[in-house]
């Protein structure tokens, strides 16, 4: 199980490497994505908090990147943080999400990415319920939920 002293590592010594890449141009990417999707995964935007279809959806499946399909976190382990965005507890495997230390707006966060595509997911902050106390706070128009049948 990942922890925030893992994470810290990853952010120092580099993160693991993921099972395959998928790497497109900026312009391909322009092609594929609404203007939206394009500013938060490409351009690490964030959405507006509350504003995000998934933030209020608790349907069972996997949650996979919206850019490259990639698996990232699976329904069981989304939980109400009250945050405004989808949060969740681990990623489905170790190496699906990379993360950068994020000194951006004068603050120091965790950058939560897509270890297939690179694109900007949300961050992740030591302040979640146990057992990892991770709380991964994703954009939703970073996810597309795959429903179980």
Known sequence: MINWNTIIQ????GNLNPDSRCNKLE????????????RITRQKGTERPFSGELCSTYDEGIYNCICCNTPLFDATIKFDSSSGWPS????????????????????????AI????????????????????LRYCINSESLQLTKNE
């Open 27 to 38: 312009t391909e990417w322009e092609k594929i994505l609404t203007p939206e999707q394009f």
């Open 88 to 111: 969740f507890t681990q990623p489905i495997k170790e190496n699906a999400v990379k993360y950068h230390k994020d000194i951006s707006y004068g603050m120091i966060r965790v950058e």
């Open 114 to 133: 897509c270890n297939t595509c690179d694109s900007h997911l949300g961050h992740v902050f030591p302040d979640g319920p146990e057992p990892s106390g």
């Open 10 to 13: 990853f952010t120092a010594k």
